[in-house]
Protein backbone atom coordinates (compact mmCIF):
# COMPACT_ATOMS: atom_id res chain seq x y z
CA UNK A 1 0.00 0.00 0.00
CA UNK A 2 1.02 3.85 -0.81
CA UNK A 3 2.81 4.89 2.23
CA UNK A 4 2.03 8.66 1.26
CA UNK A 5 -0.56 10.80 2.72
CA UNK A 6 -3.93 10.62 1.54
CA UNK A 7 -5.51 13.91 1.57
CA UNK A 8 -8.78 12.93 1.96
CA UNK A 9 -7.97 10.71 5.60
CA UNK A 10 -7.11 12.48 8.60
CA UNK A 11 -4.37 14.75 8.67
CA UNK A 12 -1.38 14.71 11.21
CA UNK A 13 -1.44 17.23 13.55
CA UNK A 14 1.96 18.99 14.76
CA UNK A 15 4.46 16.21 15.86
CA UNK A 16 6.74 17.10 18.73
CA UNK A 17 9.82 15.29 19.89
CA UNK A 18 10.42 14.14 22.79
CA UNK A 19 13.19 15.91 24.35
CA UNK A 20 16.66 14.37 23.88
CA UNK A 21 17.74 15.11 27.47
CA UNK A 22 15.57 13.60 29.54
CA UNK A 23 13.98 14.60 33.02
CA UNK A 24 13.48 12.36 36.01
CA UNK A 25 9.93 11.05 36.94
CA UNK A 26 8.06 9.81 39.85
CA UNK A 27 5.20 8.93 38.04
CA UNK A 28 4.21 5.23 39.03
CA UNK A 29 5.15 2.32 36.70
CA UNK A 30 3.75 -1.27 37.19
CA UNK A 31 7.24 -2.58 37.05
CA UNK A 32 8.99 -0.27 39.19
CA UNK A 33 9.30 -3.24 41.83
CA UNK A 34 11.77 -5.18 39.53
CA UNK A 35 13.90 -1.55 38.34
CA UNK A 36 16.38 0.57 39.87
CA UNK A 37 15.36 4.02 41.26
CA UNK A 38 16.69 6.46 38.22
CA UNK A 39 13.76 5.83 36.14
CA UNK A 40 13.65 9.05 33.54
CA UNK A 41 11.17 10.02 31.35
CA UNK A 42 10.50 13.08 29.18
CA UNK A 43 9.41 16.65 30.21
CA UNK A 44 5.60 16.66 29.35
CA UNK A 45 5.57 20.77 29.09
CA UNK A 46 7.66 20.17 26.09
CA UNK A 47 5.28 18.61 23.96
CA UNK A 48 2.56 19.62 21.75
CA UNK A 49 -0.88 18.98 22.76
CA UNK A 50 -3.29 18.85 20.32
CA UNK A 51 -6.85 19.86 21.50
CA UNK A 52 -8.89 17.15 21.25
CA UNK A 53 -6.34 15.49 24.35
CA UNK A 54 -8.65 17.13 26.56
CA UNK A 55 -11.23 14.72 26.15
CA UNK A 56 -11.91 10.88 27.48
CA UNK A 57 -8.94 8.88 26.64
CA UNK A 58 -10.78 5.75 25.69
CA UNK A 59 -8.23 3.05 25.64
CA UNK A 60 -6.96 4.46 28.90
CA UNK A 61 -6.39 0.87 30.99
CA UNK A 62 -7.33 3.48 34.26
CA UNK A 63 -11.14 2.87 32.21
CA UNK A 64 -10.37 -0.82 32.39
CA UNK A 65 -9.78 -0.97 28.78
CA UNK A 66 -7.94 -4.29 27.98
CA UNK A 67 -6.05 -5.83 25.27
CA UNK A 68 -7.61 -9.22 23.90
CA UNK A 69 -5.22 -10.52 21.77
CA UNK A 70 -1.70 -9.45 19.66
CA UNK A 71 -0.05 -11.22 16.69
CA UNK A 72 3.32 -10.71 18.82
CA UNK A 73 4.66 -9.05 22.13
CA UNK A 74 7.97 -11.12 22.57
CA UNK A 75 9.98 -8.14 23.28
CA UNK A 76 7.85 -5.47 25.11
CA UNK A 77 3.85 -6.44 25.93
CA UNK A 78 0.83 -4.75 24.20
CA UNK A 79 -0.68 -3.83 27.63
CA UNK A 80 2.04 -1.36 27.97
CA UNK A 81 -0.16 0.67 25.39
CA UNK A 82 -2.76 1.59 27.92
CA UNK A 83 -0.97 2.29 30.47
CA UNK A 84 -1.91 6.16 31.63
CA UNK A 85 1.42 7.17 32.55
CA UNK A 86 4.02 8.30 30.43
CA UNK A 87 6.64 6.29 28.93
CA UNK A 88 9.75 5.61 30.71
CA UNK A 89 13.32 4.52 29.60
CA UNK A 90 15.93 2.21 32.05
CA UNK A 91 19.52 2.90 30.31
CA UNK A 92 21.64 -0.45 30.49
CA UNK A 93 17.79 -2.77 31.91
CA UNK A 94 18.25 -6.42 29.51
CA UNK A 95 16.06 -9.02 30.10
CA UNK A 96 15.88 -12.07 29.04
CA UNK A 97 14.30 -11.26 25.69
CA UNK A 98 16.63 -8.51 25.33
CA UNK A 99 16.16 -4.69 25.98
CA UNK A 100 13.88 -3.58 28.45
CA UNK A 101 11.30 -0.94 27.23
CA UNK A 102 8.02 0.48 28.30
CA UNK A 103 5.68 0.25 25.61
CA UNK A 104 4.35 -3.02 22.91
CA UNK A 105 7.81 -4.49 20.65
CA UNK A 106 7.74 -7.53 18.05
CA UNK A 107 9.94 -9.86 16.74
CA UNK A 108 12.37 -8.31 13.72
CA UNK A 109 11.10 -9.97 10.23
CA UNK A 110 7.78 -9.93 10.22
CA UNK A 111 6.60 -12.39 7.36
CA UNK A 112 3.42 -10.54 7.31
CA UNK A 113 2.16 -7.30 6.07
CA UNK A 114 1.58 -5.88 9.57
CA UNK A 115 1.78 -6.78 13.11
CA UNK A 116 -1.60 -5.64 15.64
CA UNK A 117 -3.19 -5.49 18.96
CA UNK A 118 -6.92 -5.83 19.44
CA UNK A 119 -8.65 -3.66 22.40
CA UNK A 120 -12.04 -3.27 24.20
CA UNK A 121 -12.27 -0.48 25.13
CA UNK A 122 -13.58 -0.47 28.88
CA UNK A 123 -16.60 2.52 27.96
CA UNK A 124 -19.52 1.38 27.11
CA UNK A 125 -18.69 3.22 23.45
CA UNK A 126 -17.02 5.57 22.30
CA UNK A 127 -17.47 8.37 19.39
CA UNK A 128 -13.68 9.07 18.18
CA UNK A 129 -12.21 12.28 18.09
CA UNK A 130 -8.45 11.84 17.66
CA UNK A 131 -5.55 9.54 17.44
CA UNK A 132 -2.28 9.24 19.52
CA UNK A 133 0.75 7.29 18.84
CA UNK A 134 3.59 7.60 21.00
CA UNK A 135 7.33 5.89 19.72
CA UNK A 136 8.89 7.44 22.69
CA UNK A 137 12.28 5.96 23.18
CA UNK A 138 12.27 3.35 20.25
CA UNK A 139 14.50 4.93 17.93
CA UNK A 140 15.86 2.56 15.54
CA UNK A 141 13.00 0.02 16.61
CA UNK A 142 9.67 2.30 16.04
CA UNK A 143 7.02 1.37 13.82
CA UNK A 144 7.22 2.94 10.62
CA UNK A 145 3.86 3.33 9.59
CA UNK A 146 0.35 2.40 11.63
CA UNK A 147 -3.35 2.63 11.05
CA UNK A 148 -6.10 2.39 13.56
CA UNK A 149 -9.90 0.54 12.63
CA UNK A 150 -12.98 0.05 15.03
CA UNK A 151 -16.00 -2.12 15.05
CA UNK A 152 -19.33 -1.52 17.16
CA UNK A 153 -20.59 -5.04 19.17
CA UNK A 154 -23.92 -4.50 20.64
CA UNK A 155 -24.03 -5.65 24.24
CA UNK A 156 -26.74 -8.13 23.67
CA UNK A 157 -23.51 -10.03 22.11
CA UNK A 158 -22.34 -9.92 26.08
CA UNK A 159 -19.26 -10.35 27.79
CA UNK A 160 -16.75 -13.07 27.07
CA UNK A 161 -18.90 -14.31 23.57
CA UNK A 162 -19.01 -10.54 22.20
CA UNK A 163 -14.87 -10.76 22.64
CA UNK A 164 -15.06 -13.95 21.19
CA UNK A 165 -16.45 -12.83 18.16
CA UNK A 166 -14.38 -9.63 18.22
CA UNK A 167 -11.29 -11.84 18.06
CA UNK A 168 -12.81 -13.92 15.12
CA UNK A 169 -13.10 -10.85 13.22
CA UNK A 170 -9.63 -9.86 13.90
CA UNK A 171 -7.78 -13.48 13.27
CA UNK A 172 -10.15 -13.20 9.66
CA UNK A 173 -7.84 -10.48 8.29
CA UNK A 174 -4.88 -11.03 10.26
CA UNK A 175 -2.58 -10.84 6.82
CA UNK A 176 -4.94 -8.67 4.60
CA UNK A 177 -2.73 -5.72 4.09
CA UNK A 178 -6.13 -3.78 2.32
CA UNK A 179 -6.96 -1.56 4.90
CA UNK A 180 -10.49 -3.06 5.09
CA UNK A 181 -10.14 -6.62 5.23
CA UNK A 182 -12.26 -9.24 3.45
CA UNK A 183 -15.31 -10.87 4.68
CA UNK A 184 -15.99 -10.64 8.17
CA UNK A 185 -13.60 -7.97 8.11
CA UNK A 186 -15.84 -5.76 6.31
CA UNK A 187 -17.85 -4.99 9.80
CA UNK A 188 -14.60 -3.16 10.47
CA UNK A 189 -13.85 0.78 9.94
CA UNK A 190 -10.95 2.72 9.56
CA UNK A 191 -10.98 5.33 11.68
CA UNK A 192 -7.21 6.44 10.71
CA UNK A 193 -5.61 5.15 7.21
CA UNK A 194 -1.97 4.10 6.83
CA UNK A 195 0.18 6.81 8.47
CA UNK A 196 3.78 7.19 9.09
CA UNK A 197 5.83 7.31 12.10
CA UNK A 198 8.67 8.42 13.68
CA UNK A 199 11.63 7.64 16.34
CA UNK A 200 10.43 8.64 19.50
CA UNK A 201 7.92 10.79 18.99
CA UNK A 202 4.36 12.08 19.65
CA UNK A 203 2.43 11.66 16.38
CA UNK A 204 -1.53 12.95 16.40
CA UNK A 205 -4.08 12.84 14.09
CA UNK A 206 -7.88 14.74 14.35
CA UNK A 207 -10.59 12.13 13.42
CA UNK A 208 -14.09 12.89 12.27
CA UNK A 209 -16.14 9.65 13.50
CA UNK A 210 -19.81 10.05 14.51
CA UNK A 211 -19.80 6.05 14.74
CA UNK A 212 -19.18 4.54 17.67
CA UNK A 213 -17.04 1.93 18.73
CA UNK A 214 -16.57 -0.62 21.49
CA UNK A 215 -13.58 -2.13 20.06
CA UNK A 216 -10.11 -0.91 18.24
CA UNK A 217 -7.46 -2.22 16.17
CA UNK A 218 -4.16 -1.14 15.65
CA UNK A 219 -1.71 -2.16 12.79
CA UNK A 220 1.86 -1.51 13.06
CA UNK A 221 3.55 -1.96 9.62
CA UNK A 222 5.70 -4.14 9.24
CA UNK A 223 6.67 -4.68 12.83
CA UNK A 224 8.62 -2.76 15.77
CA UNK A 225 7.51 -1.03 18.97
CA UNK A 226 4.78 1.81 19.86
CA UNK A 227 5.13 3.07 23.99
CA UNK A 228 1.66 4.51 24.07
CA UNK A 229 -1.73 4.15 22.34
CA UNK A 230 -4.66 7.03 23.11
CA UNK A 231 -7.82 7.13 21.05
CA UNK A 232 -9.24 10.45 22.22
CA UNK A 233 -12.87 11.13 22.47
CA UNK A 234 -16.73 10.89 23.53
CA UNK A 235 -18.31 8.38 25.85
CA UNK A 236 -21.54 6.82 24.65
CA UNK A 237 -22.72 5.21 27.59
CA UNK A 238 -25.78 2.82 28.25
CA UNK A 239 -27.77 4.15 30.51
CA UNK A 240 -30.51 2.06 33.15
CA UNK A 241 -33.96 1.57 31.74
CA UNK A 242 -35.95 2.71 34.49
CA UNK A 243 -35.36 6.61 34.81
CA UNK A 244 -35.51 6.64 38.49
CA UNK A 245 -32.15 4.78 38.62
CA UNK A 246 -29.96 6.64 40.66
CA UNK A 247 -26.06 6.40 38.66
CA UNK A 248 -22.59 8.04 39.06
CA UNK A 249 -23.36 11.40 36.40
CA UNK A 250 -19.77 12.34 36.92
CA UNK A 251 -17.75 9.41 36.35
CA UNK A 252 -16.09 9.32 33.30
CA UNK A 253 -17.19 6.06 32.37
CA UNK A 254 -20.62 7.53 32.03
CA UNK A 255 -19.20 10.43 29.88
CA UNK A 256 -18.52 12.98 32.80
CA UNK A 257 -15.27 15.02 31.55
CA UNK A 258 -13.00 17.69 33.52
CA UNK A 259 -13.37 20.42 31.66
CA UNK A 260 -11.37 23.31 33.25
CA UNK A 261 -9.05 23.54 36.50
CA UNK A 262 -7.45 26.46 38.33
CA UNK A 263 -4.07 23.93 38.61
CA UNK A 264 -2.86 20.63 38.16
CA UNK A 265 0.83 20.73 39.19
CA UNK A 266 1.02 17.52 40.43
CA UNK A 267 -2.06 15.38 39.67
CA UNK A 268 -4.26 16.25 36.53
CA UNK A 269 -8.07 17.33 37.01
CA UNK A 270 -9.11 14.14 34.46
CA UNK A 271 -8.50 12.20 37.48
CA UNK A 272 -11.18 12.82 39.75
CA UNK A 273 -13.22 11.19 37.15
CA UNK A 274 -12.03 7.24 37.26
CA UNK A 275 -13.42 4.33 38.84
CA UNK A 276 -12.35 3.04 42.04
CA UNK A 277 -9.92 4.64 44.80
CA UNK A 278 -6.55 4.15 42.87
CA UNK A 279 -3.27 3.31 43.51
CA UNK A 280 -1.36 6.33 45.09
CA UNK A 281 -1.24 9.75 45.34
CA UNK A 282 0.08 10.00 41.97
CA UNK A 283 -3.90 9.03 40.47
CA UNK A 284 -5.71 12.01 42.07
CA UNK A 285 -5.83 16.03 41.39
CA UNK A 286 -3.16 17.54 43.31
CA UNK A 287 -2.27 21.46 43.02
CA UNK A 288 0.82 23.52 44.25
CA UNK A 289 0.65 24.66 46.93
CA UNK A 290 -0.69 28.68 47.47
CA UNK A 291 0.61 31.65 49.29
CA UNK A 292 -1.56 34.41 50.87
CA UNK A 293 -4.76 32.97 49.96
CA UNK A 294 -7.96 34.65 51.78
CA UNK A 295 -10.15 32.22 53.79
CA UNK A 296 -12.87 30.63 51.18
CA UNK A 297 -10.46 30.86 48.11
CA UNK A 298 -9.18 27.97 46.80
CA UNK A 299 -8.30 25.48 43.43
CA UNK A 300 -11.07 24.59 41.63
CA UNK A 301 -12.08 21.93 38.64
CA UNK A 302 -14.98 22.27 36.96
CA UNK A 303 -17.01 18.98 35.73
CA UNK A 304 -19.77 18.24 32.70
CA UNK A 305 -21.74 15.62 34.02
CA UNK A 306 -22.27 12.52 32.06
CA UNK A 307 -25.95 13.95 31.30
CA UNK A 308 -28.37 16.64 32.65
CA UNK A 309 -29.37 15.25 36.01
CA UNK A 310 -30.95 15.79 39.63
CA UNK A 311 -28.12 15.70 42.04
CA UNK A 312 -28.83 13.37 45.34
CA UNK A 313 -25.43 12.35 46.50
CA UNK A 314 -22.24 14.21 46.32
CA UNK A 315 -18.56 12.37 47.90
CA UNK A 316 -15.25 13.77 48.07
CA UNK A 317 -12.76 11.28 48.88
CA UNK A 318 -8.89 12.19 49.88
CA UNK A 319 -7.66 8.19 49.83
CA UNK A 320 -3.81 8.58 49.93
CA UNK A 321 -3.37 12.24 50.44
CA UNK A 322 -2.35 12.32 53.85
CA UNK A 323 -0.12 15.54 54.56
CA UNK A 324 -1.65 16.97 51.33
CA UNK A 325 -5.59 16.94 51.39
CA UNK A 326 -7.27 20.08 51.50
CA UNK A 327 -8.57 22.18 54.63
CA UNK A 328 -12.01 22.08 53.26
CA UNK A 329 -14.12 21.46 49.74
CA UNK A 330 -17.00 23.34 48.49
CA UNK A 331 -19.10 22.60 45.79
CA UNK A 332 -21.60 24.35 43.70
CA UNK A 333 -23.51 23.82 39.62
CA UNK A 334 -25.49 24.88 37.24
CA UNK A 335 -27.83 24.07 34.73
CA UNK A 336 -26.95 25.16 31.27
CA UNK A 337 -30.09 23.88 29.46
CA UNK A 338 -29.95 20.39 27.16
CA UNK A 339 -28.76 23.15 24.02
CA UNK A 340 -25.77 24.28 26.00
CA UNK A 341 -24.89 20.54 27.57
CA UNK A 342 -22.65 19.42 24.94
CA UNK A 343 -20.69 23.19 24.14
CA UNK A 344 -17.29 23.22 25.86
CA UNK A 345 -17.71 26.98 27.24
CA UNK A 346 -21.47 27.02 27.52
CA UNK A 347 -20.68 27.21 31.56
CA UNK A 348 -18.47 30.42 31.39
CA UNK A 349 -20.20 33.32 32.57
CA UNK A 350 -23.11 31.92 34.20
CA UNK A 351 -24.33 31.90 38.24
CA UNK A 352 -23.43 28.89 40.21
CA UNK A 353 -25.69 27.66 42.99
CA UNK A 354 -24.52 26.85 46.09
CA UNK A 355 -24.97 22.65 46.45
CA UNK A 356 -22.48 21.89 49.54
CA UNK A 357 -21.63 24.46 51.85
CA UNK A 358 -17.85 24.52 53.26
CA UNK A 359 -16.97 20.89 54.70
CA UNK A 360 -13.87 20.48 56.81
CA UNK A 361 -11.93 17.51 55.32
CA UNK A 362 -9.33 14.68 56.61
CA UNK A 363 -7.01 12.34 55.48
CA UNK A 364 -7.85 8.97 53.61
CA UNK A 365 -11.73 10.12 54.12
CA UNK A 366 -14.78 9.27 51.31
CA UNK A 367 -16.92 12.17 52.57
CA UNK A 368 -20.57 11.66 52.22
CA UNK A 369 -20.96 15.72 51.72
CA UNK A 370 -24.35 17.12 52.90
CA UNK A 371 -26.35 18.70 50.37
CA UNK A 372 -27.74 22.17 51.05
CA UNK A 373 -31.78 22.43 51.86
CA UNK A 374 -33.83 23.03 48.43
CA UNK A 375 -31.03 21.52 45.81
CA UNK A 376 -32.05 17.95 46.49
CA UNK A 377 -33.75 16.95 42.96
CA UNK A 378 -32.85 20.10 41.23
CA UNK A 379 -31.08 19.41 37.40
CA UNK A 380 -27.59 20.20 36.98
CA UNK A 381 -25.35 19.66 33.97
CA UNK A 382 -21.92 21.25 35.77
CA UNK A 383 -20.62 21.12 38.99
CA UNK A 384 -17.66 23.10 40.17
CA UNK A 385 -15.08 21.64 43.23
CA UNK A 386 -13.08 23.99 45.15
CA UNK A 387 -10.64 23.24 47.43
CA UNK A 388 -9.36 25.36 50.04
CA UNK A 389 -6.72 26.59 50.01
CA UNK A 390 -5.52 23.90 48.03
CA UNK A 391 -3.62 20.12 48.49
CA UNK A 392 -5.30 16.85 46.70
CA UNK A 393 -8.36 14.87 46.16
CA UNK A 394 -8.64 11.62 44.58
CA UNK A 395 -12.27 11.14 43.66
CA UNK A 396 -15.23 13.58 43.12
CA UNK A 397 -18.34 11.34 42.46
CA UNK A 398 -22.01 12.84 42.03
CA UNK A 399 -24.80 10.79 42.02
CA UNK A 400 -28.50 11.36 40.76
CA UNK A 401 -30.52 10.54 38.28
CA UNK A 402 -30.58 11.40 34.30
CA UNK A 403 -33.23 13.74 32.96
Not at 95 to 109: A, L, N
Not at 278 to 294: A, F, N, V
Not at 330 to 342: F, I, L
Not at 374 to 401: A, N
Amino acid sequence: MDQNLDPSLPQPLTLSSHPPTPSTSTLPNPLSKLLPSSITSPDPQSLTTPPFTSQTNLTSSSLSSTILSCSDEFFAPASSLLLPTPPVFKPGLYVDTGKWMDGWETRRHNPNPFDWVLIRLGVAAGKVRGVEVDTAYFDGNHAPAVSVEGVYLPHKVGGEGRDEVVKGMATATATSDDGEGEGKGKAWRVLLGRKECGPSARHTWAVENDTPITHVRLRMYPDGGIARFRLYGTVVPVWPEDPSTQIELSAAKMGGVAVQCSDEHFGGMTNLLLPGRGLDMGDGWETKRSRGRRRGEGDWAVVRLGARGKVGRVVVDTMHFRGNFPRAVRVEGMDVGEEGWGEEASWKGRQWLEVVGEREMKADEEAECEIVDGVKGRVFSHLRLTMMPDGGVKRFRVFGTRV
